[in-house]
């Protein structure tokens, strides 16, 4: 993950990350059949990780002087509350515009 940074940078790898994350709600969107899900979650395993880490990353080197530990801390609990909320909120919508909104939000 550190040479994908280091090539990239940072900014990059963000915006490769969410761009992956808008391809897979389109694939979730358009599922027909079980198997179909397996590119979307070849997306998720290779970008999850590289998003959180640079996410952290980034947040850690914007942070102001003596608030490294409270920005970081801040980040990944926004990021880990933001993953919970998705199941309340696909209850009362079909899948398929669940996904394709979620997608546009990114």
Known sequence: MF???KTIGVDGVLSVSLLSYILRL???AAIRSPWEA???EIVRGLTFGTFWSSSTYYVYSTSP???TATMV???NLHLSLSL???P???SPVPHRTFFLLFSYRY
């Open 84 to 86: 919970l909320q998705l």
């Open 26 to 28: 389109v694939i979730y």
């Open 73 to 75: 801390t801040m980040d």
């Open 65 to 67: 002087k003596g608030l």
């Open 38 to 40: 397996l590119p979307a």
């Open 88 to 90: 309340l909120l696909q």
């Open 3 to 5: 040479q994908i940074t």
